[in-house]
């Protein structure tokens, strides 16, 4: 099994379930700012150009989420659990994606990558409609999250991976954390989980 990754926010949570999962997996480091995500070896994995992406066997498997619910199908774990609780983790998987982490991840974008990336200064204009939606969305969660641990039945699945995958990037990302202390505790609980805190190689 390969796992080909770059240290961002949707690779964190793919490279943090296969580790929390202990699968033996050769990780394999594809280096964005040196457009190896364009090659035609990477692009005949993922034609998208992007990671992560797992290859297991004959399978080749591209998007975080659903390279999360393979790994944690494949070991029959209830990180993807197959009764009435997957319904409510897929519907928080799919809010994240079109609400929280997408605004989250233009904040990321503009404060974190273009600096990174040398790609100038950050665009205010987007800078201030992603900050506004992402307090929106924040406050859906963090009202969810009074009194839990986890998302679902107060049970760790990816959902909780998913929704927290810009959160170790909070500074750097300008995400306004200290605004929101369900969602700072909630975080600060999954850095207890060591293949959450260091999901990459050493």
């Not at 009764?83 to 983790?89: G, Q």
């Not at 404060?111 to 406050?139: C, M, Q, Y």
């Not at 641990?149 to 959902?159: E, Q």
Request: charged share 25%; net charge negative; proline share 6%.
């Amino acid at each position: 099994m390969k796992l080909y990754y770059y240290d961002t926010q949707n690779p964190w949570r793919a490279c943090a379930v296969a580790k929390y999962l202990e699968f033996s997996v050769d990780y394999i480091h594809i280096d964005v700012s040196k457009g190896e995500h364009q090659s035609p070896e990477f692009l005949a994995i993922n034609p998208n150009g992007k990671v992560p992406a797992l290859v297991d066997g004959e399978a080749k498997i591209w998007e975080s989420v659903a390279i999360m619910a393979y790994l944690a199908e494949k070991a029959g774990s209830d990180l993807w659990p197959n009764d009435e609780r997957r319904l409510e983790i897929l519907q928080w998987l799919l809010w994240d994606a079109a609400q929280f982490t997408r605004w989250g991840s233009i904040l990321h974008f503009e404060n974190r990558i273009r600096n990174r990336f040398g790609l100038g200064e950050p665009d205010t204009a987007k800078v201030d409609e992603a900050l506004s939606n992402w307090h929106r969305f924040a406050a859906v969660l963090e009202e969810h999250l009074e009194g839990r641990t986890y998302l679902v039945a107060d049970t760790l699945s990816i959902a909780d991976f998913a929704v927290a995958c810009l959160l170790p990037l909070a500074g750097p990302s300008k995400l306004p954390l200290q605004d929101y202390p369900e969602i700072q505790r909630f975080h600060d609980n999954l850095l207890e989980i060591p293949a959450w805190k260091q999901p990459f190689p050493d």
